[in-house]
Nanobody
Framework: QVHLVESGGGLVQPGGSLRLSCAASGFTFINYAMEWYRQAPGKERELVAGINRSGGSVNYADSVKGRFTISRDNVKNTVYLQMNRLEFEDTAVYYC????????????WGQGTPVTVSS
């Protein structure tokens, strides 16, 4: 059974940091490109960051470039999102997503972890 379980969300002050984790099981993690999305209240879900199978290629939304870092550990089957210099606008539920690089029909989502940036 496939599982993507996010953790690490919470309440943080502006300028603070959080590290999100997404633990994968039930599929061949190393075959999957991984992404972090977020959805703020009243807004559409948006792509935040992505990383390829090996971790050698990453991409970011313009709004988080220079503040967020995506990484993965293919031994621990986990993808991370290090979030620094958090802003009010980063408040959202953060989701991880995996897509099979060999067969794009296979897409899995986690349940989300909430991040609230507030003073």
């Amino acid at each position: 059974q496939v599982h993507l379980v996010e953790s690490g969300g919470g309440l943080v002050q502006p300028g603070g940091s959080l590290r999100l984790s997404c633990a994968a099981s039930g599929f061949t993690f190393i075959n999957y490109a991984m992404e972090w999305y977020r959805q703020a209240p009243g807004k559409e879900r948006e792509l935040v960051a992505g990383i390829n199978r090996s971790g050698g290629s990453v991409n970011y939304a313009d709004s988080v470039k220079g503040r967020f870092t995506i990484s993965r550990d293919n031994v621990k089957n986990t993808v991370y999102l290090q979030m620094n210099r958090l802003e009010f606008e980063d408040t959202a539920v953060y989701y991880c997503r995996g897509q099979d690089s060999w067969d794009p029909r296979f897409v899995y989502w986690g349940q989300g972890t909430p991040v609230t940036v507030s003073s």
